[in-house]
């Protein structure tokens, strides 16, 4: 027993030393701080609209879609034609493809997609005219996902009209400055401009091809074979499925100084039989026939599609100076219409009228060549599996680049005979 309490003596009296030593001995040198480390940035949370659906009758309709997350939104209207406007973030439209084609009450018709990067919007066609009533966010709850629902009721024109004049004066918009005409100097600029885009699809076929990505494919080729030639400077208006408005296709172009310019598209009838094959349109202000004239203003109709504000669009300006260069730069546009449609006979089936003209917004710009190059009709079956082969969009590019040397050939033998 005495020896069991000398050990714990013994054990205590070692505990005591070490603590006096820890307490005299000098600190350990402290650990260097961890680097600081930033957190990953997050990445954007994808917002998926899953399904849509109209409710009501002709005096108060809502719309209501479902959405993967809650958003924030701004809604307003427009006028001539009757539109409610929502302006949403980015979101992929993961809805049945004919959603939005059948109205009910007040809406007519609704649809939406991709207006410009990390911006989507909504646009819903009125029968007639109506007030948002209420526009609001529902949050997911329970097994629900969240909800945009849009309230309308019936309006007159009078109080929708003064409706939209508030809106735009809250809105107060710089007013737009004229694109400056730039002559760049090295190879000639060739400005291709597919057509429509984003939340404007064009044409549909009855299988769901659309004639936004069939032009946007067929000017991509086009391009790369222009810069691969090294004899051009490509510009597309468009190099992905956005929206670009009318006039900013002009601008485009005038601010690059085309000295050429095709907008690339493709159209439909609603009977198909027998009308088949690619047209080549110029401006002019009186249409050249009936088909023309339906053609132009179902093209001039690509803005109010895309729930653009016209109210601001400037009439044409009458300058004698501006007259003369349209007359100048309609005969060049002409030449190049002839030299494509030699080329483009051999590659690909014409139309029975191939050369056509009408008042094509697109192509107004008063110094830049323009043409508009309608590959075919998506309601025919056979245009339909030439625009969508790659063998014949390699043909048909071909076609259209040996029109585009021929065009500058004959442009350049002109300023050679005049400079002598």
């Known amino acids: 027993m005495r020896r069991f309490w ?8 070692a505990t005591a030393s070490a603590g006096r030593a820890a307490e005299t001995a000098p600190p350990a040198p402290a650990a260097p701080p961890a680097p600081a480390v930033s957190p990953p ?11 849509a659906r109209l409710a009501g009758d002709a005096r108060r309709t809502r719309l209501i879609i479902d959405l993967s997350s809650s958003i924030q939104f701004q809604a307003f209207a427009l006028a001539d034609p009757y539109r ?15 959603i939005g084609r059948k109205g009910r009450g007040l809406v007519s018709a609704y649809r939406f997609g991709l207006i410009a990067p990390g911006k989507s919007r909504l646009v819903l066609d009125l029968a007639g005219p109506a007030a948002i009533d209420k526009a609001f966010i529902i949050p997911a709850a329970d097994d629900q996902p969240a909800r945009l629902v849009v309230d309308l009721v019936k309006s007159d024109r009078a109080v929708f009209l003064q409706e939209v004049a508030a809106q735009q004066k809250a809105a107060a918009p710089p007013a737009p400055s004229e694109a400056p005409l730039v002559k760049p100097a090295g190879p000639p600029v060739v400005v ?9 699809t064009g044409a549909v076929t009855p299988t769901g091809e659309q004639e936004k990505t069939i032009v946007l494919d067929f000017a991509r080729m086009l391009a790369k074979k222009l810069e691969a030639s090294g004899r051009y400077k490509a510009v597309l208006t468009r190099d992905d499925d956005t929206f670009v408005t009318l006039a900013g296709r002009i601008d485009i172009a005038r601010q690059k100084g085309a000295a050429l310019f095709v907008s690339i598209h493709a159209d439909t009838l609603p009977d198909p039989f027998g009308v088949r094959g690619a047209t080549i349109y110029t401006l002019s202000d009186k249409a050249s026939d009936a088909e023309a004239a339906r053609y132009a203003e179902k093209e001039n109709r690509a803005d109010a599609i895309a729930g653009v504000d016209l109210s601001g669009e400037p009439d044409d300006v009458a300058d004698i100076l501006i007259d003369l260069t349209r007359r100048e730069t309609k005969s060049f546009s002409n030449q190049f219409a002839k030299i494509l449609i030699d080329e483009f006979q051999a590659a690909a089936a014409l139309n029975k009228n191939p050369h056509r003209s009408a008042g094509f917004r697109v192509l107004k710009a008063p110094d830049v060549p323009s043409v ?3 590959l075919g009709y998506l309601s025919n079956k056979q245009d339909v599996k030439l625009l969508t082969s790659d063998d014949w969009r390699a043909h048909a590019t071909d076609a259209v680049m040996a029109a585009i040397d021929s065009f500058f050939a004959a442009r350049q033998r002109d300023i050679r005979a005049t400079s002598n």
Request: net charge negative.
């Open 192 to 200: 291709l401009d597919p057509g429509h885009g984003g939340i404007d």
């Open 41 to 51: 940035p997050a990445s954007p949370v994808e917002i998926r609209a899953t399904d």
């Open 372 to 374: 508009l190059l309608e």
């Open 84 to 98: 409610v406007v929502v302006d949403l973030p980015q979101i992929t439209f993961a809805m049945p493809g004919d």
């Open 6 to 13: 000398t050990l714990v003596l013994l054990a205590l009296l």
